[in-house]
């Protein structure tokens, strides 16, 4: 499985943004997919994670009630719906894959990672 993230961008504060994690292979499905996100001179932190199904998310307390987690399979996508962005969630934000859902908390477990995507949010 090979994932790959996009839908990154300049936006204002309170302005709305969703990125895109596509993923390759046939075991996508089989895949928990989690949301990094590492601002410079930061470590990489956790955002969100949704389960193989999509049956079950889970979020960061800084975006919760902001950012929404949702997968298509049928599609190999699972998207980070960002609503009310802040200049704080300014980072690059990456996708994360493992089988097990409950693994994808700390960066330093993660194996399979897609490329960054750029969000910047301006006062």
């Known amino acids: 499985v090979q994932l790959q993230a996009s839908g990154g961008g300049l936006v204002q504060a309170g302005a709305s943004l969703r990125l895109s994690c596509v993923g390759s292979?046939?075991?996508?499905?089989?895949?928990?997919v989690g949301w990094f996100r590492q601002a410079p001179g930061k470590e990489r932190e956790f955002v969100a994670r949704?389960?193989?199904?999509?049956?079950?998310?889970y979020y960061s307390g800084s975006v919760k009630g902001r950012f929404t987690t949702s997968r298509d399979n049928a599609k190999n996508t699972v998207y980070l719906q960002m609503n009310s962005l802040k200049p704080e969630d300014t980072a690059v934000y990456y996708c994360?894959?493992?089988?097990?859902?409950?693994?994808?908390?700390?960066?330093?477990?993660?194996?399979?990672w897609g490329q960054g995507t750029q969000v910047t949010v301006s006062s």
């Open positions: 994360a894959g493992d089988p097990e859902y409950n693994n994808i908390m700390l960066a330093s477990n993660i194996r399979l």
């Open positions: 292979g046939r075991t996508f499905s089989s895949y928990a």
């Open positions: 949704i389960s193989s199904r999509g049956g079950l998310t």
